[in-house]
């Protein structure tokens, strides 16, 4: 038995879909067009890959200081400017989680290959009593005299600098021969070539994790 209301009805549907485009405005290919892009795009998004390290964009200020690097010259945040830069804030003396640190940050830069000319290291005393110039210079220069860079300041400085970024940090009791230790937060800040603040590493991220996030900051478009 024919049934010609079923045979019709794709015709039935079509006719109602251009009545309801015609009362919105727009012809039927047009909505069907933008129906078909929208669904284009949405088979084509995927969700942005997930970072190895925090991402802390937008909740901390950009790159800002004003210090003297381990020649001896005033050096500002917009020397860097091009440059991706991975800060730490340390001091020479430091037993143990300085020199660790920056053993893993030369392992990035290592992992990085040709990329690595793209990045400096910033090594920020907060013992700027004993850490002058030089002897950041013979520090940093150990480990990678190539992209690390020590710097210092007056106590001000780096105590304003130290809260800008909320790094923590205090002088522990003299011993009777005069030295003393430093407790500080052992956290690596990657900012981009623009100086803006995008990442934050911890002695758990591995300097292959560093290297991979870090590679993904050089290559994105500024």
């Known amino acids: 038995m024919n049934r010609p209301f079923a045979a019709s009805r794709p015709l039935q549907l079509a006719r109602r879909s251009a009545c309801v485009a015609q009362r919105l405005g727009v012809s039927l290919g047009l909505s069907i067009s933008v129906a078909t892009a929208a669904a284009l795009l949405g088979a084509c998004s995927h ?6 390290l925090t991402n802390v964009s937008g909740h901390l200020p950009d790159l800002a200081f004003t210090l003297t690097a381990d020649n001896g010259q005033p050096m500002t945040a917009s020397d860097l400017r091009g440059q991706t830069a991975l800060v730490y804030f340390g001091y020479t003396h430091c037993p143990d989680v300085c020199p660790e640190t920056m053993a893993r940050l030369t392992q990035v830069i290592a992992n990085l290959g040709p990329d690595a000319q793209r990045v400096r290291i910033l090594f920020i005393s907060v013992d700027p009593t004993r850490d002058t110039p030089q002897a950041l210079h013979a520090y940093v220069s150990a480990f990678d005299a190539q992209h690390a860079l020590g710097l210092t300041g007056s106590d001000a400085q780096i105590e304003a600098l130290a809260k800008r970024y909320r ?28 100086g803006h603040a995008r990442l934050l590493a911890t002695d758990k991220d591995s300097p292959a ?6 590679r993904r900051i050089i290559d994105a478009p500024a």
């Not at 969700?47 to 190895?52: D, H, K, N």
């Open 47 to 52: 969700p942005a890959e997930p970072w190895q």
């Open 167 to 194: 790094v923590a940090y205090q002088m522990e009791k003299r011993d009777p021969d005069g030295s003393y230790e430093v407790t500080h937060s052992s956290a690596v800040y990657v900012f981009d070539a623009q």
């Open 209 to 214: 994790a560093i290297a991979q996030d870090v």
